[in-house]
C-alpha cells in the first residue's frame, strides 16, 4: 500500500521460432538513490552549516534582482554583512563553537528579514540579504534591526559568554548607476 520510487526493467522471453511468448519484470526499490540526489540537489543551493541559501544560488538571485531593476520595474536593497569579533571567538573557543555561532547568526539574520527577502551565507563569517521590492529607507532600517538583532545575541559556549556585532553595507538596486547608503 505505500508508493515508493523504482527501477523497472521488462524483457521478453521467446520460444524457439523467435515470437515472443513471456515477460518478465523486475523491480527495484531506489528510494535510498532518490534521497540521495534530492540531498545532493539541495548542498547545491544551500549551505551545509547554515541552512541559507550558498553563494551561487544567492548570485542568482541577484543577477535576477539586477535584471528586474534595469527593466525599471523593481527597486531592491543588498546589504552586506560581515560578524564583527567572529574570529577570536573562533580561534580561542574552536571552530564547532564558530560553526555553532554561525549557524545562530543566520537564523538571527533571517529572522529580522521580511518573509520575501534572501538570506545566504556567502563564506567564512559573511552573510548577504536582498531585500526585494524595497525602498532605501526600508532597507537602512532592517539593516539597523539585523544590526541591533546580532549585537544582542549572547553566545554561550563552554562556560562562557561571548558577543559579537554586524557590520553591514547596504545599496540600492535600481535602473539608475548604483548607490550607496551611510
Known sequence: GEIYPQWQSIRSIKDDRGAITHFVAVFSDITSIKHSERELAHLAHYDALTGLPNRPAFDRALGN?????????????????????????NDRAGHAAGDALLRQAAQTIRGSCRSQDLAARI?????AVL???????S???IADKIVRAVGALLFDWAGQTYQVGASIGVTVITAAPASTLG
Not at 123 to 127: N, R
Open 123 to 127: 563564506g567564512g563569517d559573511e552573510f
Open 131 to 137: 531585500l526585494l521590492d524595497c525602498p532605501a529607507a
Open 65 to 89: 534582482a539586477i535584471a528586474s531593476a534595469a527593466a525599471g520595474r523593481h527597486q531592491h536593497c543588498l546589504l552586506y554583512i560581515d560578524l564583527d569579533r567572529f574570529k577570536p571567538i
Open 139 to 141: 532597507g537602512k532600517a
